[in-house]
Nanobody, 120 residues
Framework: VQLQASGGGLVQAGGSLRLSCASS????????MGWYRQAPGKQRELVAR???????DYADFVKGRFTISRDNAKNTVYLEMNSLKPEDTAVYYC???????????????WGQGTLVTVSS
C-alpha cells in the first residue's frame, strides 16, 4: 500500500491550494482517509477525515475553509484549502486506515508529506 501526496507549495495568505493523495489500492479498502499536519516544533494533528461511508470530519481550526473529498475512480483523496492563513503552514500528511478484518485493528499508512507554506 502506498499513498502519494502532492500539491503543496507557497501561497499568500488568503490564497488556496489543493492537496491530492493518490492510493495504490482501492480507497474503499480504508476505513477512513485523512489529512494531518505538523508544524515545526508541534505535534502532528488531524485536519480532516473522510470515512468509507463518506462522512467527513474537520478540526475546528479549518471548518468552513477546508474541504476533504474523494474521487473513487481515481483512488484519490483531496484537501481543498481556502482562505489560507500563515498558521496553516506545515507539512501535510495523507493517512489511510487500512481495514484488516472485523476484529483486527486498522493499519495506518502514511504518505510522504507535502509542505504548505503560507506567507503573510
Amino acid at each position: 500500500v502506498q499513498l502519494q501526496a502532492s500539491g503543496g507549495g507557497l501561497v499568500q495568505a488568503g490564497g488556496s491550494l489543493r492537496l491530492s493523495c493518490a492510493s495504490s489500492v482501492n480507497i474503499f479498502s480504508f476505513t477512513g482517509m485523512g489529512w494531518y499536519r505538523q508544524a515545526p516544533g508541534k505535534q502532528r494533528e488531524l485536519v480532516a477525515r473522510i470515512a468509507n461511508s463518506g462522512r467527513t470530519d474537520y478540526a475546528d481550526f479549518v471548518k468552513g475553509r477546508f474541504t476533504i473529498s474523494r474521487d473513487n475512480a481515481k483512488n484519490t483523496v483531496y484537501l481543498e484549502m481556502n482562505s489560507l492563513k500563515p498558521e496553516d503552514t506545515a507539512v501535510y500528511y495523507c493517512n489511510g486506515e487500512l481495514f484488516i478484518g472485523p476484529i483486527e485493528p486498522d493499519e495506518d499508512y502514511w504518505g510522504q508529506g507535502t509542505l504548505v507554506t503560507v506567507s503573510s
